[in-house]
């Protein structure tokens, strides 16, 4: 369960943490991007206006000293980033316009001297390419025949400057964003866990016979818990009153049907009573004896309340048993001119069954003998034990089982009046709960049908035979 719980924490931290992801991402890139673009624009704009210093200075005079001294009085031309390419003198026939560069350049030049006369020529500003960055050429009109370009060198550094600020900051904003998501997520998690874990482990007490155990729908310990999972733990609650009433409706009913039983059998005592002495009278009346108990012991075992029921000793003697039952069919298979043998019940061979569920077993089994087989039809039965498993062969020499397989179906009996179809079906199940099985096949020695029981003996993993408490005792019929 806490493996469970860990696991559904995850989940939802690993969707938060994706869905959050998504989300920065989605927004903080395309700012990121905004902040360098920005940076970049910037760069240049101070650039523009580093080069616009310059316009009033060479409007009044293209002086070599005087532009210097304006040059030097920039930042720019402080920090040797910025050149002035003066035009040439005019020639006195010159034509108005025709006056670009071409004359000295005061300052740390970089843009090549092609790119400086497209600048002047065409009477605009562009930016070139140079070692460690960009130039930006700023043309200025000196006269009305003569143009002069202000060159201004904008580094890689100016470019991006701030920018990985801006991206580190973004960066924790994503981080703090996840972080948030994450405790928001595990908090929200741990309620829905708690709601879950209460669920599966009132169905695991449910499941263990504790019929009392309900899951909170209100009140503090159901607060937080998601809509669906409080449907849940209702629907819980509902199955839990249904189960609970089942089951006492199924006692109440078992309880009457047995105690209706009690006016047959009050008869039938009566009947063997006035049989005089004889094997067949005795048996027949310890039958008798012998019904009444277990009838008893129904109605007992179904009035009485689980969580009541006294602790029992899991485990008996298969050898015992089976050589008491056998012995109690030995009378009828001898009034019926039945041969019949028993080996391998001489040892002792412990079992984690009940007593009284193991007798009513081989009884369904040498019952089906006599039931599906003529009279006067051998059979045998055998007990092989070894130390982890306990084999019970029943065989006879009948015609064996047309289909095997239809007559290990619940209900599936086909035994003529009285056959409920059931016996094998219950041989099967208490199998099963020791870790055994059952088969059907045919008997090797008398030809006809095989039935092959098997009990593991210490179904537990090797632990000896140990008490338990009987919640419910299903009774054990014959086919």
């Not at 580093?50 to 409007?59: F, R, S, T």
Request: with cysteine; glycine share 12%; charged share 20%.
């Amino acid at each position: 369960m806490r493996r469970f719980g860990r696991s559904l924490r995850w989940a939802l931290i690993k969707a938060a943490v994706a869905g959050t992801t998504m989300v920065a991402l989605a927004f903080l890139i395309p700012l990121g991007l905004m902040v360098q673009q920005t940076a970049r624009d910037h760069a240049f704009t101070a650039a523009e206006r580093q080069a616009a210093a310059l316009g009033p200075a060479l409007a009044i005079t293209t002086d070599q000293i005087a532009i210097d001294r304006a040059l030097a009085s920039t930042d720019a031309g402080g920090q040797g980033r910025m050149a002035v390419h003066l035009p040439a003198p005019a020639a006195p026939d010159a034509l108005p316009g025709a006056g670009g560069p071409g004359g000295p350049t005061i300052g740390e030049a970089r843009a090549a001297a092609g790119d400086v006369s497209t600048a002047g020529g065409q009477g605009r500003s562009f930016t070139v390419a140079v070692p460690g960055g960009y130039a930006l050429l700023q043309p200025v009109a000196v006269d009305t025949g003569r143009t002069a370009v202000v060159e201004v060198f904008v580094a890689n550094g100016d470019l991006t400057r701030g920018v990985s600020t801006a991206w580190l900051v973004l960066s924790g904003v994503a981080l703090g964003l996840v972080a948030i998501s994450v405790l928001v997520a595990d908090r929200m998690g741990g309620r829905i866990v708690a709601s879950a874990r209460r669920l599966a482990s009132a169905a695991r007490s449910l499941g263990a016979g504790n019929l009392a155990v309900r899951v909170p729908v209100d009140g503090k310990q159901a607060a937080g818990s998601p809509e669906e999972l409080r449907e849940a733990a209702h629907a819980f609650n509902t199955m839990a009153d249904r189960v609970v009433q089942l089951l006492a409706a199924e006692r109440e009913l078992a309880a009457d049907l047995s105690h209706r039983l009690r006016t047959p059998l009050t008869v039938l005592r009566l009947n063997a009573a006035s049989l005089g002495e004889g094997d067949a009278a005795d048996a027949t009346r310890h039958a008798v004896s012998q019904l009444e108990r277990e009838v008893d012991q129904i109605i007992r075992s179904a009035r009485r309340d689980p969580e009541d029921a006294p602790a029992v000793a899991v485990g008996c003697d298969i050898a015992e048993v089976v050589r008491e039952r056998v012995g109690f069919w030995s009378a009828l298979a001898e009034d019926e001119g039945r041969r019949w043998q028993l080996a391998g019940a001489d040892r002792a061979a412990p079992v984690p069954v009940q007593r009284a569920d193991l007798a009513a077993v081989v009884d369904a089994l040498l019952g089906n003998v006599f039931r599906h087989t003529a009279v006067g039809t051998a059979f045998s039965v055998d007990v092989l034990a070894t130390e982890t498993s306990v084999i019970v062969l029943v065989g006879d020499a009948g015609p064996g089982f047309s289909d095997p397989a239809a007559a290990l179906k619940r209900g599936e009996g086909h035994g003529g009046e009285g056959s409920t179809g059931l016996g094998l079906d219950i041989v099967r199940k208490l199998a099963e709960s020791t870790g055994g099985d059952l088969a059907l096949g045919r008997s090797a020695v008398l030809g006809g049908a095989e039935i092959r029981l098997r009990l593991e003996a210490r179904p537990d993993g090797g632990a000896p035979l140990r008490a338990r408490r009987r919640r419910s005792r299903g009774a054990l019929f014959q086919n």
